[in-house]
């Protein structure tokens, strides 16, 4: 499985991006994706998950980005999407997206949920 994450790039504060998370090996929508950040010194920290589209492909956010940041599928181009709105300084990391292999129920908030990650694209929010 390659994923390859996208999109990274400076913006100022209240600005947009777009990350997408492109994969080879595995049909997106049969797994559960995640996308995760990592600032420097910090813990990988989660964003938010895509269900699976065969268990209703809903998708869950971190508190922090709520309402900001919407996770999206094109399955056509079997590639996930982080729209990112109304960015801040503390947005800025490393962003990552995972995909875990096989099902489980729940909301899969851990890095140690997922199996594969691609390489990371960097964001950095300027106030």
């Known amino acids: 499985v390659q994923l390859q994450a996208s999109g990274g790039g400076s913006v100022q504060a209240g600005g947009s991006l777009r990350l997408s998370c492109a994969a080879s090996?595995?049909?997106?929508?049969?797994?559960?994706m995640g996308w995760f950040r990592q600032a420097p010194g910090k813990e990988r920290e989660f964003v938010g998950m895509?269900?699976?589209?065969?268990?209703?492909?809903?998708?869950f956010y971190a508190d922090s980005v709520k309402g900001r940041f919407t996770i999206s599928r094109d399955n056509a181009k079997n590639t996930v999407y982080l729209q990112m709105n109304s960015l801040q300084p503390e947005d800025t990391a490393v962003y990552y997206c995972?995909?875990?292999?096989?099902?489980?129920?729940?909301?899969?908030?851990?890095?140690?949920?997922?199996?594969?990650w691609g390489q990371g694209t960097q964001v950095t929010v300027s106030s």
């Open positions: 090996g595995r049909t997106l929508s049969r797994h559960t």
């Open positions: 995972g995909v875990r292999e096989h099902h489980i129920v729940g909301i899969l908030t851990r890095a140690n949920d997922y199996d594969y």
């Open positions: 895509l269900r699976r589209s065969g268990s209703g492909g809903a998708a």
